[in-house]
């Protein structure tokens, strides 16, 4: 559940479950809420499971396992997948390497399981690997005035500059780190992490404190970040070729062996991907998994979609075949084809541009 869900609901939430975690849905008036994030800044309580590694070997245990190289200097952060033998994600991830531990946050249907796996899996190494989720709390604050926001109300430290860094400060008399992070909403990004025990005057000091942000939930959250454009585990990544969804952030094709590496690497060098990510404008709202067509020929399916705000209009990320044919598009809504038109991603330009765009060499 949400850390502070009491603080929440005063502030006249609705909630819903996402990987098993009560999160905040939304506090009434979503569409507005939107429009003052994309203007101004806005903060949103995460539900991350999180894992904490800890031992000699940590860094080498960890990066041997994910897709990407996890950094060896504190303060530094990076993000990555755990493959299949199939190249398939199983999790998407962010490692941070905070000195003597590793702090890794997963979705939060994917921790328990992560950590048991890895903890079986450590044989002679010296590695703990700790389910932690209950203990810390996770602000995100998004927005063009995002760095206004967090320049306002943290002490002792200055707000860190590199994409996945983080400093440790202080807001309020509660200690806590700032991680710049991806920009998944198409807007200067930070997540604030503390401790659970810190987490509602962490929230208050965001919300209330210095420059003031509005509280948003996960409904906007999935607005936000279709119109930048940036796929998300449960939607778009969750058991997906990472080739598909043109994720390079994430990949680190120069690093050494992992489980799912061959097949990533195979893809890359015959040059493309069997399928790839799109943005579609659509006359309405289809349902995830519903059916794009070219004519008669099926190309692939929406993953998502939602009316944007900013666009004044139904918006869809849908993943089609690479070389699906020329023609007119359409989407099935309702049982009926609806025209759809593909449009290129972001659907907005925003502060900043997410890490997660897909791109395709």
């Known amino acids: 559940m949400t850390v502070i869900e009491g603080v929440h609901a005063d502030h006249g939430a609705t909630f819903r479950e ?42 080498d245990y960890v990066d041997n396992a994910v897709s990407n190289r996890v950094p060896d200097t504190d303060g530094e952060g990076t993000y990555a997948l755990l493959l299949d ?66 320049a306002s109300v943290l002490h002792q430290a200055s707000s860190p500059e590199p994409a996945l860094s983080f400093n440790r400060g202080e807001l309020g008399d509660a200690g806590v780190s700032v991680i710049r992070t991806d920009n998944l909403a198409g807007e200067e990004s930070y997540d604030v992490v503390c401790g659970a025990d810190d987490a509602e ?38 058991g997906a070729l990472p080739n598909d969804l043109g994720l390079r952030t994430a990949l680190d094709f120069e690093k050494g062996c992992y489980v799912g590496q061959e097949v990533v690497s195979r893809v890359e060098n015959q040059g493309y991907p069997g399928s790839r990510l799109v943005g579609l404008t659509v006359d309405a709202v289809p349902d995830p998994g519903a059916a794009v067509s070219v004519g008669d020929e099926h190309v692939g399916e929406v993953t998502r979609a939602v009316e944007s705000p900013t666009v004044s209009g139904p918006i869809a990320m849908a993943k089609l075949d690479w070389d699906y044919p020329d023609g007119d598009l359409t989407v099935s809504v309702d049982g009926e084809d609806v025209p759809a038109e593909r449009r290129e991603l972001p659907f907005v330009d925003g502060s900043a541009v997410s890490a997660r765009l897909p791109t395709y060499e």
């Not at 939930?217 to 454009?229: D, F, I, V």
Request: glycine share 10%.
């Open 201 to 238: 005057r962490v929230f208050d000091t965001l919300v209330n404190r210095g420059l003031n942000a509005v509280p948003f939930g996960y409904r906007t959250w999935e607005t936000l970040t279709l119109e930048a454009g940036s796929p998300l585990f449960d939607t778009e990544i969750d």
């Open 85 to 150: 033998p199939q190249g398939r994600v199983e999790t998407d991830m962010y490692v941070y390497n905070a000195g003597e531990r590793l702090l890794v946050f997963t979705p939060p249907q994917e921790a328990a399981a992560l950590a048991e796996d890895w903890q079986e899996k450590t044989f002679i190494q010296d590695v703990d690997i700790r389910l932690a989720t209950d203990e810390f709390a996770v602000f995100g604050v998004h927005g063009p005035k995002a760095t206004e926001k967090i």
């Open 18 to 59: 996402v990987g098993g975690r009560r999160v905040v849905a939304h506090y009434g008036r979503p569409e507005r809420t939107h429009r003052a994030v994309r203007n101004v800044v806005g903060v949103c309580e995460f539900g991350y499971g999180v894992l904490v590694v800890t031992g000699e070997d940590r860094v």
